[in-house]
């Protein structure tokens, strides 16, 4: 045969050796893509099991912050109500901010020969059937008194002593010991009832006693109060933790958790696939042992058939079909290499561009799950918003292969504009000029605005082509942004932003890796929100250190740090063989600005005050606020005694010039009392007590003026102390009584008027004068309600004279210039005068002049109604105070009464007479009547009826006497006059 002949023959193989090399080539190429596939599944399959296992440490760090917050309630005070930790609690709002956790509750340590104490309290609170549980003596009992939401379950526990189950004491004495946070080993929680019960555990914090120490083993057993603490039923808890992926966890994978180093079936805690039955070993199976709060979780994640079924690898299919067929039709194609060579090479490369683009997508999509892995270990270690957006955008970047991302925040202004926050890769000041609005409108339509405005991912797959794209689409064609997306950020309660990224190939976001896209932005939307949710709890622990130190209006030192800073002083001076100085200042008055001026300009007056002493006290001294009026200034490493007297001084010349508060001038003053250490005490408790007893000595001396405690100061100011504390019995226990003085006309010598002067009969001290107690009531503000009682009682005394003698006297009563301020006058005047039937008339209200130093207009308008009533009105002391015509006028009274001591004087010289003669004159001259009171001497009453003087009372009439002895004289009627 020749070799044109055989040459033909020759020709049959080349196919078949064509179309056995295609099908090898196609068979490698798809087993290296099923391969792949494995691969890229088995990255997803231990993506998603890392970031189970970091969802549940960040959500255990999350609760754990939650019990240092409640342990900061402790922090301030031993003993937190249960309003308090109600309050905290509600305020947390742990069903929706803190999904899974049952409650958080308060287990107090309880010494035995406390429990009986503690049982009957707890009852007395209102919990009627409260008691220690499991019953029984023990060397120490922790009962729960606090556990919120108080909903049925958590009511169980109440009373539930956790110390004596041995799981639960092990980590609460391991918290103790540590002071740290700590969780229990598997138990059943008591909330459970016999249907659906759930595995728990409990997370345990130890609280100690304020300023308590507690660095050593033995300090803080010994200064223990109890542990905040909150119980978890586990499949609860992950439900909150997986929230909406827990459907697809238990569908795509197995989770199970036990408790313990290793996997145990009497240790499991949670099974997410515990209703179906295991028929093969899964495919992907990952098991991790984590250290979470001293006790180790053995977390066991495997794959499910729905999970595996995505192994079958549609490229394999796409590159085994398109292989054959190739091989196929490459064989073909040497049978018509004479006529169809063209057609062979066209459809080939056409293959060689499919498979190129397969692969194209199998990397992206392997980049993707690359970043997204990148960004989560971001997520875990961040510490700060801005670094954690910056980041993010740079892994965007670097890792993930695009032009350039960008974070964005939702501004809430008028144009809804939308803030660059964080951005990394080829900018050139695009985002400069951007000018993004998340409003429905020309500039808001675009790829981030959109995402925003609806909480949806919005993709741009070309530049050129997108109408939305059209103000910004010559800035993007300059950087060669060719597509882009944008992925909100959705926070818990808002739309914080989006994330928005560029990249340089059209149609670059593929339906997966979009999909992987939106999980790392949930991802990060979870960590701003983790972040500031931390950041307001630092915050809020920072105010609670604060308020525990400082005074909130004046932000001065309180009574605990000014006790801190005296043990520091005093362990300096004596050391050094110094002093120091206490000086208690109390505010002159202050009490009336706030009754006249209200209590926010006492706010006022009270920070202006705190600057004035910060310009004249020493920088090393300590200027502190003890609460309402009162201050106290510790002065260190005193050398001389006449150093605080120069202080004090200068605090004086501080406030010679009158505070000026809403266009109000104001005189402001202190009275300051002054203790020195080491002579008049040697701890803190004992100088303050002494600086405020030599206070009362400078208020005793006019205030306005500072006083050195002295030893002989105790004896007056006890005697004080314990008539201002028997005021309030005195009254119920009837011990005062009112005594009468004759008020006589001149001219006829008639008994016109009685005045009622009130007395106490002590048990112990006897009769007790007015000028001893008087003071003290109306210091301690108690002369009101001693007042009413005094006005009801002389009218009931007056109606009874009115029905015993023809011309009863007109009875006068004295009120003082704080009931006006404090109490009802008007309404005290009308319901004494209906109990006890007395006419108005016979009634005459004595008003002393300090009276018009208060709200005149106010105190003009309760006389005029009184006066309008019927009821006769009079001024007190006149000469001794404030003097004003026109207000006198203005006041419509009906008599001046001069004092006694004018009287007393009018006849030692000829400046005596002149002052009463003008008294009587401007009186007269005012159509009012006048009174003289003191009048003791003929020779007084001679002068008086001679300057035309028109009533008197004294003693040369009759002294003060009990309504019974006055029936006699008041049946005569008249006094005979010299």
Known sequence: MSDQHRSPRSLLFV?????????????????NAREASRHELHDEFELRAAGIVDDIQRRMRTYEQVLEGASGLFAVSPQ???????????ALKPEGKYPGIQGVGFAQLIAPQDKARHVAAMRASGIADYDIRPAGERERYTAIVYLEPAN????????????????????????????????????TLVQETKDQVQPGFLMYLPVYRPNAPHQTLDERRANHLGWVYAPFRMYDLMAGILGAEQGEVSKLLDLEIYDGDRVDAPALMYDSDHHAASVAAPLFRSTKTIPLFGQPWTIQVSSLPAFEARLASEAANILAIAGTCGSTLLALVVWLLATGRVRALTLAGNMTDELRASNLAQIRLNRALRLLSDCNTTLVHADDEYKLLAEVCRLCVDRGGYLMAWVGYAEHD????????????????????????????????????????????????????????????????????????????????????A??????????????????????????????????????????????????????????????????RFEQAAQLAERDGTALAMLYLDLDHFQQINDSLGHEAGDKVLGVAVERLRHCVPAAATISRLGGDEFVILLPTLHDATDVGTLANAIHDMFAEPVTIDGNPLTVSFSIGVSLYPNDGQDFDTLLKRA?????????????????FKRDMNPDLLAQMRITGALPGALKNREFLLHYQPQVDLHSGRIVGVEALVRWQHPVDGLIAPGRFIPLAERSGYIVQLGEWILREACRQANAWRARHEHAPIVAVNFSALQFSRGSVVDCVTGALAESGLPAGFLEVELTESLLLQDLEATMTTLHVLKGLGVKLSIDDFGTGYSSLAYLKQLAVDKLKIDQSF????????????????????????????????????????????????????????????????????????????
């Open 903 to 978: 009287v007393r004087d009018m006849l030692s010289g000829a400046d005596g007479e002149s002052i009463v003669k003008a008294m009587i004159q401007l009186g007269h001259a005012l159509d009012l009547e006048v009174i003289a009171e003191g009048v003791e001497t003929s020779a007084q009453l001679g002068f008086l009826r001679a300057a035309g003087c028109d009533q008197a009372q004294g003693y040369l009439f009759g002294r003060p006497e009990p309504a019974a002895a006055l029936d006699a004289l008041l049946t005569r009627g008249v006094v005979p006059l010299p």
């Open 692 to 708: 405020d007893t030599a206070v009362d000595s400078a208020k005793e001396a006019g205030r306005n003026t500072y006083r050195f």
């Open 80 to 90: 937190v109500e249960r309003e308090q930790f109600i309050t905290y609690v509600r």
């Open 499 to 564: 994330l928005t990224i560029y990249s340089r190939e059209r149609d670059a976001f593929d339906k997966e890796e979009v999909s992987l896209l939106e999980e790392l932005a949930t991802d990060l939307a979870y960590g701003i929100v983790t972040l500031r949710t931390r950041a307001d709890h630092a915050a809020a622990k920072e105010q609670v250190e604060f308020l525990a130190n400082f005074d909130p209006l004046t932000q001065l030192p309180n009574r605990m740090l000014l006790r801190d």
């Open 15 to 31: 196919p078949w050796i064509i179309l056995v090399l295609g099908l090898a080539l196609t068979y490698a190429l798809q087993h």
């Open 152 to 187: 049925w379950r958590n009511q169980r526990a109440i009373g539930y002593d956790m110390y004596a189950e041995p799981v639960r004491r092990t980590a609460m004495a391991a918290a103790r010991d540590e002071e740290r946070t700590r969780i229990s080993g598997r138990v």
């Open 414 to 497: 008028d144009a809804k504009s939308v803030r660059p926050i964080a951005q990394s890769g080829y900018e050139d000041g695009y985002l400069d000029g951007v000018n993004i609005s998340w409003a429905d409108n020309e500039r808001g339509r675009g790829p981030t605005g959109t995402a925003i405005r609806s909480g949806k991912t919005c993709v741009n797959q070309d530049v050129l082509t997108n109408p939305g794209l059209a103000p910004w689409r010559e800035a993007a064609i300059q950087r060669g942004y060719r597509s882009s997306i944008a992925l909100p950020l959705i926070g818990n309660t808002h739309l914080l932003g």
